[in-house]
């Protein structure tokens, strides 16, 4: 009995070519990119995807294992690929970052920031807060499985051997940071009426009362004020953008 091995550098190279698309996009993929996990763990996640995604796209790849320059050329697509599927999920988280911002400083906690665990650095807390809810949701309500889908049919979008579109990947980043700051300010626009509102009756009681210490007053209220508003909102702020996150996910997911 005989073995032949003579496809296994082709295969060893078409299995390197889907790891480097899906390893670039666990790597920037919210809840999985973090600084706070394990390199092992994204590493081990990268590599099952890989092995999943192998048999399905094995016949999409068409390599030469005598032909170096045009592997390394398809390297570089797979992991610009990886990178744009990434980089859309995680421009979406950042639209919580956003409305946290805004909020923080309408209730007075703009000056109040605290070391953001996922990334590793300083953030206003209200962005930090609905950052990690956001993520917590995306997985509990099952949507990284949409990551998971948009990554098999990126092979219909983004064909192997092709170079991606730059027009299309600008406009495809370009619609999701607007669409993230957009969705980030609805999410705010409670607490922008509500700091307007605040700020007018303050102004009146400031003149009615020119004796009384209104900053010293207005602060703690505020801050009490905006957070039992906080409380009440909060439900439909979250459902308001995973309705969002949703409705990016299923257009790099069309046949999920």
Avoid: C, W
Wanted: net charge negative; no cysteine; hydrophobic share 55%.
């Amino acid at each position: 009995m005989t073995i032949d091995i003579s496809n296994l550098p082709a295969l060893g190279a078409t299995f390197l070519l889907v790891f480097a698309r899906t390893g670039t996009m666990v790597m920037l993929l919210p809840g999985l990119g973090e600084q706070n996990i394990s390199a092992r763990l994204r590493l081990t996640i990268a590599m099952m995807l890989a092995a999943v995604l192998l048999p399905l796209h094995r016949n999409d790849y068409h390599i030469d294992p005598g032909a170096l320059a045009p592997a390394i050329v398809m390297l570089v697509e797979e992991i610009i690929i990886g990178a744009v599927l990434g980089l859309t999920a995680r421009l979406t988280i950042s639209a919580l970052e956003v409305a946290g911002s805004v909020i923080a400083q309408q209730l007075g906690l703009g000056f109040v920031t605290t070391v953001d665990p996922t990334q590793g650095e300083q953030g206003v807390i209200l962005g930090t807060f609905l950052t990690m809810l956001g993520i917590t949701l995306f997985f509990a309500t099952d949507m990284h499985y949409l990551v998971i889908a948009a990554l098999n049919d990126s092979y219909t979008l983004f064909a192997p051997g092709e170079v991606p579109s730059t027009g299309d990947v600008a406009a495809l980043m370009t619609k999701t940071v607007s669409g993230a700051f957009r969705i980030g300010i609805q999410l705010s626009a409670p607490f922008l009426a509500f700091g307007l509102l605040f700020n007018l009756g303050l102004g009146v009681l400031s003149r009615l009362m020119p004796q009384m210490q209104v900053f010293f007053i207005a602060l703690p209220l505020s801050i009490l004020i905006g957070f039992l508003f906080l409380i009440l909102v909060l439900g439909s702020m979250m459902g308001l953008f995973l309705d969002y996150a949703g409705g990016v996910l299923s257009v790099l997911a069309p046949h999920a």
